[in-house]
């Protein structure tokens, strides 16, 4: 689950060795309790996965976005396919986790840039992100994915240059999280949650490496998008979705602090959205096409919310909206397909 871009570089595997979450940001997402903190799961192929802390989430206060990310990608640099509509907004859409273990430093704030593979869920979030686009494309918006197919491997401060140098007006990134029921369904915003009137500073890192973000009109933007994302999930997938803030104390190798670090790296709006995916007690059970399609339509209506074109609010159902169910059907692109997927991570009805 979790849960919880660009120029490439070198990237040293990471040794996760017991390492167990359900999806973050590219890393993992410690997840609260619903009402209870269940465990995650870290599921690297083949290997069986193994439980690991959910995120909890924890008080807010004041905004914090920023620093200059010096990426360090891992695979191939991620090529953007926009509309040809120059003005319509650019959005966005960064499909959970990679092919491959990363561990790298960026430059610039010395933070440790963790990813790894996490199974079914890279397949999954890469079907509803690849979908959303082709809709919110199909409804008039120019966007672009953070990775071409499933099985990429780039790292989260690449994932954070992609939407910076396109100037984006959103970036969501799109996990799900196998340890916890379909109960659990959050967004997550780069200013956190307000509790007693005040923000917590959002941040990752210790010491040196400790690492705010600071750009209070980018953290407000994000909460307004996570807030409308939120409600309009709510009222597409039929549970309630919560605007949390997450935690990564406690779970090395990740840096902790209650940002992801795509986000804290980003320079524009960006929210993280997380679903449940666990079902039938099964942590390694791929979704439903029909669980997908809802998720994928709460995102996709969500985003043209949050972002209405310069025309106004796309009308629903949308052009885009409608085609999500065949696109989840046949998914990806050839290559990269269900058909060429081990059996287990292929959902009924693909």
């Known amino acids: 689950m979790r849960g919880r871009l660009r120029a490439l570089g ?24 619903l009402p209870a903190p269940p465990q995650t799961v870290f599921s690297p192929e083949p290997v069986t996965p193994s439980p690991t802390p959910a995120p909890t989430p924890s008080e807010v206060s004041v905004p914090a976005p920023t620093p200059t990310t010096s990426p360090t990608p891992v695979a191939p640099t991620p090529t953007p396919t926009s509309t040809p509509r120059t003005t319509a907004p650019l959005i966005v859409v960064d499909p959970g986790h990679s092919g491959r273990s990363i561990r790298s430093t960026d430059r610039t704030t010395g933070l440790r840039d963790v990813d790894y593979p996490n ?4 397949y999954e979030t890469f079907d509803v992100s690849a979908c959303v686009a082709k809709g919110l494309r199909a409804d008039g918006y120019r966007v672009t994915l953070t990775k071409r197919t499933a099985l990429d491997s780039v790292s989260l401060a690449a994932r954070a240059r992609v939407a910076n140098e396109g100037r984006a007006a959103l970036a969501i990134s799109v996990h799900d999280d196998h340890s916890q029921g379909p109960g659990f369904q959050a967004t997550y ?5 307000q509790r007693g009137g005040a923000y917590h500073p959002m941040y990752r890192g210790t010491g040196s490496r400790r690492t705010v973000f600071r750009d209070a009109d980018v953290a407000r933007a994000s909460e307004r998008a996570a807030a409308t994302i939120a409600r309009e999930r709510t009222r597409v997938q039929g549970r309630t979705v919560s605007v949390r803030e997450n935690s990564f104390t406690g779970r090395p190798p990740l840096e902790p602090g209650n940002l992801a670090l795509v986000q804290l790296l980003a320079k524009v709006p960006w929210v993280y959205n997380e679903v449940g995916a666990k079902a039938g007690g099964s942590t390694t059970r791929a979704m439903s096409i029909a669980t ?20 106004g609010r796309v009308a629903q159902p949308s052009a885009g909206a409608t085609l999500l169910r065949g696109c989840l059907v046949t998914a990806a692109k050839p290559g990269d397909g269900r058909a060429t997927r081990p059996a287990r991570y292929r959902p009924a009805g693909s």
């Open 10 to 33: 070198p990237v040293v595997p990471l040794a996760l060795g017991v390492l167990l979450a359900g999806c973050g940001a590219g890393e993992p997402q410690a997840r609260p309790p």
């Open 119 to 122: 199974y079914p869920e890279i």
């Open 189 to 193: 915003s780069q200013r956190g949650v």
């Open 292 to 311: 997908e399609e809802a998720y994928a339509k709460g995102l996709l209506v969500g985003v043209e919310a949050a972002v209405p074109l310069p025309a």
